[in-house]
Antibody, heavy 126, light 111 residues
Framework: EVQLVESGGGLVKPGGSLRLSCAASEFTFTNAWMSWVRQAPGKGLEWVGRIKSKIDGGTTDYAAPVKGRFTISRDDSKNTLYLQMNSLKTEDTAVYYC?????????????????WGQGTLVTVSS | QSALTQPPSVSGSPGQSVTISCTGTSSDVGSYKRVSWYQQPPGTAPKLIIYEVSNRPSGVPDRFSGSKSGNTASLTISGLQAEDEADYYCSSYTSSSILYVFGTGTKVTVL
C-alpha cells in the first residue's frame, strides 16, 4: 500500500528556516507529481505547491503566500520529497501534508490529491 | 484569491440526504470542471471522494455524488450513515496565482 511519511516539523522562531521531508514507498515515485498541502490548527486546507516528475520537466509551482520563501525539491534516488521553508511567519503555523496526484485507469490527474501522509506540525512562534 | 465558500455545518438523521454547496467565482468553479471533494474525519488526513465535478474514485460509495451549476459546486450524501461524520472540503483549479483553492470546509453531523 502507498505510504507517505512526513518528518522535520517542530517549533521555529519567526524568520527562521525548516526543512520538511516526505518519504514515499510502494509506488513509482519517479513518475509522480507531488504536492504539499497545509492546514492551520482548526482551519481549512491550503495548497502550498507542487513539483512535477523529472520526465515532465521537474518544474515547481507555488501558492502566492509562500512563493519566494518556500522551495520544493525531490530526490528520486531516495524516493523523498522536500519542502525547504525560509523566512517563516507565524501564519505558516500548520500541519503540512505531502500528497500524490490521483491516477486511475492509467491516467493521472494533476488537479486532484489522492494519497496523503499523516502530516507534520510546524509551529512558528517566538 | 479567497477560499471557496461552504456552509460551516450541515446535519441530518441516518438515512436522510444532505447537500453541501461550494461557491466560487468565474476564475475557478465557474470556468473549469476541475472540482473535487475531500472527506476528513477528525484527526485524520483528507481523502479524495469526488473528482472532475462528479466522478467517484474506486471504493467510494455511490451515495456520494457531485454536481456543478455556474459558480457553485455541490456534494450530496444520500442515505446518511454515522461513518459519514467528518469535515468536507471542496477544491478547484483556479486561474489565479495560487493554482488550487480549497473551500472553507463543512462539518457534517449525523444526528
Amino acid at each position: 500500500e502507498v505510504q507517505l511519511v512526513e518528518s522535520g516539523g517542530g517549533l521555529v522562531k519567526p524568520g527562521g528556516s525548516l526543512r520538511l521531508s516526505c518519504a514515499a514507498s510502494e509506488f513509482t515515485f519517479t513518475n509522480a507529481w507531488m504536492s504539499w498541502v497545509r492546514q492551520a490548527p482548526g482551519k481549512g486546507l491550503e495548497w502550498v505547491g507542487r513539483i512535477k516528475s523529472k520526465i515532465d520537466g521537474g518544474t515547481t509551482d507555488y501558492a502566492a503566500p509562500v512563493k519566494g520563501r518556500f522551495t520544493i525539491s525531490r530526490d528520486d534516488s531516495k524516493n523523498t520529497l522536500y519542502l525547504q521553508m525560509n523566512s517563516l511567519k507565524t501564519e505558516d503555523t500548520a500541519v503540512y501534508y505531502c500528497t500524490t496526484t490521483f491516477c486511475t485507469n492509467g491516467v493521472c490527474y494533476s488537479d486532484y490529491f489522492d494519497y496523503w501522509g499523516q502530516g507534520t506540525l510546524v509551529t512558528v512562534s517566538s | 484569491q479567497s477560499a471557496l465558500t461552504q456552509p460551516p455545518s450541515v446535519s441530518g438523521s441516518p438515512g436522510q440526504s444532505v447537500t453541501i454547496s461550494c461557491t466560487g467565482t468565474s476564475s475557478d468553479v465557474g470556468s473549469y470542471k476541475r472540482v473535487s471533494w475531500y472527506q476528513q474525519p477528525p484527526g485524520t488526513a483528507p481523502k479524495l471522494i469526488i473528482y472532475e465535478v462528479s466522478n467517484r474514485p474506486s471504493g467510494v460509495p455511490d451515495r456520494f455524488s457531485g454536481s456543478k451549476s455556474g459558480n457553485t459546486a455541490s456534494l450530496t450524501i444520500s442515505g446518511l450513515q454515522a461513518e459519514d461524520e467528518a469535515d468536507y472540503y471542496c477544491s478547484s483549479y483556479t486561474s489565479s496565482s495560487i493554482l488550487y483553492v480549497f473551500g472553507t470546509g463543512t462539518k457534517v453531523t449525523v444526528l
